[in-house]
């Protein structure tokens, strides 16, 4: 493998700020992605890895849990820009092995970003930091495991270990891990989705029965309406936008809710298609509602009152699967438009135009992600979707269903295997009958409670299965002396990144194949499945060589750990399950819901759909077996004088804690990411000038919390409102500002007055003057 110049850190003064695109895709995507690729992974590797990508006999996008097409009706080329950025990420030639660890100590290592660690390229050996050390340094595979089965041997009680996954985990690796850790006795499985759709999960659960969306590809194709709130499907969900234009061909309507009007919800450039290389592309959103951050629960009851006022509900619907129908009605009818006129900041006039649309159709598709679900009444904001559907029978008919759009790529199909804190007990119960283990039934740590458990001393080994815990959890601060207290940190991981460097007293790093890769382990060619956010779960099989014949699979290094530390003897046969997946798919296929017959259900081309009652048969599986309509008070977010509320969002160039580069084209951002982006009239309101510095401070009972040194960058969206890139900003967000009920960080409400920074703060880039270079036209013409 070769070893190339990697990228220099971040220097913000090369920030470009240009007026932001009006659509999404285009020409311009399929450049950037081929650049990306080519440049690091060479054109013959870069070609072999996306002819494979979303193909039935290839692997699944690593990016995010978008279902792919059916068998059949698939392109050559079946990805899109991100998807093409994730598999260079993965897929580069550029490796870290000793020799960089031993040039570079830890404490050089911490002053570096994200971006810096994570261009390095790929980890090719297991490496451990010892007690007291400076560097890391190689250490074998056996002694790795070694090492930590004593430690985790040595704990007074397995509560005082937490299993952390971020959601890229294959289901055999998800099943085999949660499966280990029960058997050493915890049920302290948190993972990215407590910081994610939690919130989803909880409220869909309540009220239709189970925590994930009713629809499939098809139904939003078929749609008559598509409600599309708090997602930036053009840079999160690209290949959405295929859908969506399908939807439109057939004469769908979508109603965008998002306090941006983000390209991807304007209109939609296909590259794969003559009209979009050329043309003028699909004009997607028919109305855009710019919604103040968070006032989207305030929102959806006054569209629920106009459908009451119209009676445009489905009686037949409500009297066969509703209940409490009527007491939600009456909460509507009661509604106090003064508070909805302040949460939402909308005309009464847009609000209705939307409820006619919902009104006009006969098939409606709800689609949402993190914009509704990280605010603390994110939990009663999907309740009120789901009123809703409900009341318009959106559930269970063809073209129409609720549709969480979920983020990492197999987040559900980890949730499904029971990567879950809070695991029901039949599903425990079942895995205790397969295997004839005892497992534990208190319920485990999430996200946040895992940071308090070893803030507090109560957890001391933190092993994470991929993601960057201290990087995407919120209050930075707080979780990274958490995370330097523990005895022992040790992260599966295909590329460095903070948690690597924020560790504990201990610490290994234990580099993992990719899901682009070929995985030989037992000597025989291995492939996994996973499950996409429509339920349909397929396999995937990837065709590149690893970068370093070091590299273990995730489903390996589980198994291995297990040996190491429950012993040859241990009623789990781990040395057999590690050898041969489709042992792993059997038991699957024994304890998991819906997964019978698992292996020859993934045989079929494009995989199967796992059971949904309300999708399949209207089925509402609640405690009172039926659909639950549920009343939330209206409520409007505070936010005083002199502040704004600030969401924290994605820019087009990175997945998550993973910077890609840093360019948010669609934003117009180029060449750096510490902006905030504010409305033209706040800036001058309050005293900033465009393209001036400024900290971010947020305020909370046990104190402040700052963000240092931001540009102002005008930008259209609600008064009051503000946003910047995360991970940058989560050290503003306090640990326990978070969803009611779900315990998911509200990193979408957050509170923050804009300040000039300090005297002492470094100017950064030499301009004295705020504002210099990075100004944009605030002509409101073009920026409405
Ligand atoms: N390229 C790329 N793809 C990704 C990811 C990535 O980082 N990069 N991450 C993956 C993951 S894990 C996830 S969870 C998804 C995330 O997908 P998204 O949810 O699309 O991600 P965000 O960037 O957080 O965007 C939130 C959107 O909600 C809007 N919003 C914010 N607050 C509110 C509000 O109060 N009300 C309404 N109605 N809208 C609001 C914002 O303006 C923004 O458009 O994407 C997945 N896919
Ligand atoms: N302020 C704020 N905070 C947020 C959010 C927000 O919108 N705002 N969003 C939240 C959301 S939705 C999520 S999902 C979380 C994300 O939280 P995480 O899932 O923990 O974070 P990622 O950045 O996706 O993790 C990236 C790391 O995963 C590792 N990795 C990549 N591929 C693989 C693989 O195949 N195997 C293994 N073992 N490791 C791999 C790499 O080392 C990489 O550095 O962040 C949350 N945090
Ligand atoms: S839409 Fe998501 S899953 Fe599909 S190619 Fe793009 S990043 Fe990958
Ligand atoms: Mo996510």
Redesign the pocket.
């Known amino acids: 493998m070769t070893r190339r110049a990697p990228a220099e850190d971040i220097d913000e003064a090369d920030l470009d700020v240009s007026l932001p695109s009006d659509a999404a895709a285009g020409v311009t995507a399929v450049a950037v992605a081929m650049k990306r690729t080519i440049e690091q992974m060479g054109p013959l590797r870069a070609t072999k890895g996306l002819l494979k990508l979303?193909q039935v006999d290839g692997f699944d996008?690593q990016?995010?849990a978008?279902p792919d097409p059916e068998a059949g009706h698939r392109h050559t080329a079946e990805?899109?820009e991100?998807?093409a950025k994730?598999v260079a990420e993965e897929g580069t030639k550029r490796t870290v092995g000793p020799d960089f660890f031993a040039a570079h100590p830890v404490a050089e290592l911490e002053q570096r970003t994200d971006y810096w660690l994570g261009q390095q390229g790929r980890i090719t050996q297991p490496m451990v930091l010892r007690d007291g050390a400076t560097h890391y340094e190689p250490i074998g595979w056996d002694a790795a495991f070694s090492m930590l089965g004593e430690r985790l041997r040595g704990l007074a009680t397995p509560d005082e270990a937490v299993f952390y996954t971020s959601g890229k985990t294959s289901n055999e690796a998800a099943f085999v891990y949660q499966l280990f850790a029960r058997s050493l006795g915890t049920n302290n499985l948190p993972d990215c989705s407590n910081m994610c759709h939690e919130s989803t999960s909880v409220a869909l659960d309540e009220v239709i029965g189970i925590g994930k969306g009713s629809v499939t590809l098809r139904d939003i194709e078929t749609a008559e309406l598509l409600v599309v709130m708090g997602q930036n499907p053009g840079t999160n969900?690209?290949?959405m936008l295929t859908a969506l234009e399908k939807a439109k061909r057939n004469g769908a309507k979508i109603l965008a809710v998002n306090p941006l009007r983000e390209a991807g919800l304007v209109r939609f450039h296909n590259p794969q298609n003559v009209r979009g290389v050329v043309g003028n592309g699909t004009g997607l959103a028919d109305l855009h509602l710019p919604v103040r951050v968070n006032g989207d629960l305030a929102l959806l009851q006054a569209l629920a009152f106009h459908l009451l006022e119209w009676d445009a509900i489905d009686r037949d619907f409500v009297e066969r699967h509703g209940h409490g129908f009527e007491e939600w009605a009456a909460h509507i009818k009661e509604l106090d438009w003064d508070a909805v006129d302040r949460a939402t900041g909308l005309d009464r006039s847009e609000i209705r135009a939307a409820a006619e649309m919902l009104r006009d159709s006969q098939a409606t598709v709800f689609c949402w992600a993190m914009g509704i679900t990280q605010h603390r009444n994110a939990v009663a904001t999907i309740k009120e979707i789901a009123n809703l559907a409900l009341a318009q029978g959106n559930i269970g008919k063809p073209g129409a269903g609720v549709c969480p759009v979920r983020g990492h790529?197999n987040v559900q199909g980890d949730r499904t295997m029971g990567i879950w804190e809070k695991v029901p007990d039949s599903f425990l119960d079942a895995l205790d009958a397969e295997f004839g283990i005892e497992s534990p039934r208190e319920h485990g740590l999430d996200s946040v409670n895992a940071v308090k458990a070893l803030r507090d001393g109560r957890a001391k080994v933190f092993f994470g299965m991929g993601g960057n815990f201290v990087g995407a959890i919120s209050d930075t601060a707080v979780a990274e002396a958490a995370m330097r207290g523990a005895e022992l940190t040790v992260h599966v991981s295909t590329k460095l990144n903070r948690s690597h460097v924020v560790h504990g007293r201990e610490a290994l790093i234990l580099p993992a194949l990719g899901r682009s890769e070929k995985d030989h382990t037992g000597g025989r060619a291995q492939r996994v499945t996973v499950e996409d956010s429509v339920s349909s779960v397929h396999a995937s099989q990837g065709p590149l060589s690893p970068p370093s014949s070091h590299l273990r699979s995730e489903v390996d290094i589980v198994c291995s750990l297990a040996l190491a530390t429950l012993g040859e003897d241990h009623v789990v046969p781990w040395a057999d399950l590690r050898d041969d997946y489709t042992r792993i798919r059997r038991r699957i296929g024994r304890v998991v819901p819906g997964c019978e017959a698992y292996e020859a259900k993934v045989d079929q081309p494009g995989g199967f759909v796992l059971p949904h009652p309300p999708r399949d048969s209207r089925a509402f599986p609640t405690d009172v077996e039926k659909a639950k309509f549920t009343v939330s008070p209206t409520d409007v977010l505070h936010v005083p004088e002199g502040r704004l509320l600030l969401q924290t969002l994605r820019s087009h160039d990175q997945f998550n804690t993973t910077i890609y580069g840093l360019d948010d084209r669609y934003r117009g951002i180029k060449g750096g990411r510490r902006v905030v982006f504010v409305h033209p009239d706040d800036i001058a309101a309050l005293g900033l000038v465009e393209g001036g510095r400024v900290d971010l401070v947020s305020e909370w009972d046990d104190g402040e919390r700052r963000a240092e040194a931001f540009r102002v960058v005008g930008y259209d969206q609600p008064r009051g409102c503000a946003a910047a890139y995360y991970p940058e900003t989560n050290p503003l967000i306090a640990l326990d500002h978070v969803a009611e009920g779900s315990n998911c960080p509200s990193s979408k409400s957050v509170v923050v007055r804009l300040e000039p920074p300090g005297p002492d703060a470094p100017s950064g880039d030499g301009h004295d003057t705020p504002g210099t270079g990075t100004k944009r036209s605030t002509d409101p013409d073009q920026l409405s």
């Open positions: 979303n996008c990016g995010c978008w990805f899109c991100n998807g994730a969900h690209p290949r790529s």
